[in-house]
């Protein structure tokens, strides 16, 4: 069993997450998704790509009530680093991020 290795609380409810960054080819990308926790220094989600860890994103997060409209819910942009990568069967991943910078919008 892992120990529990984060000192800062997380939130495990899902948030709502827009994911940009380019490849190593330079090629943009970007995805929805929905975070598996947040806290104040990082994230985790799943991607539907194979993100590699080094890699520098960008990140809209949107503090959305269940119900209501997400463009009128509070939003955070941050840049990112993928610290952690799980790659699933399917060509997706699972990977956690630590926060370079944050800001709300």
């Known amino acids: 069993m892992d120990t529990e290795r984060r000192q800062k609380h997380r939130i495990n409810d899902p948030i709502q997450v827009i994911v940009r960054g380019s490849d190593g080819y330079g090629a943009l990308y970007r995805f929805n998704t929905i975070t598996r926790d947040i806290g104040s220094d990082g994230l985790r989600a799943m991607a539907p790509r194979v993100?590699?860890?080094?890699?520098?994103?960008?990140?809209?997060?949107?503090?959305?009530?269940?119900?209501?409209?997400?463009?009128?819910?509070?939003a955070v942009t941050a840049r990112a680093v993928v610290l952690r990568v799980e790659e699933?069967?399917?060509?997706?991943?699972?990977?956690?991020?630590?926060?370079?910078?944050?800001?709300?919008?």
């Open 51 to 74: 993100m590699k860890e080094g890699e520098r994103i960008s990140l809209r997060i949107r503090f959305a009530k269940a119900g209501s409209k997400p463009v009128q819910a509070p």
């Open 88 to 105: 699933q069967p399917d060509e997706s991943s699972l990977f956690a991020v630590s926060f370079l910078s944050r800001r709300m919008v």
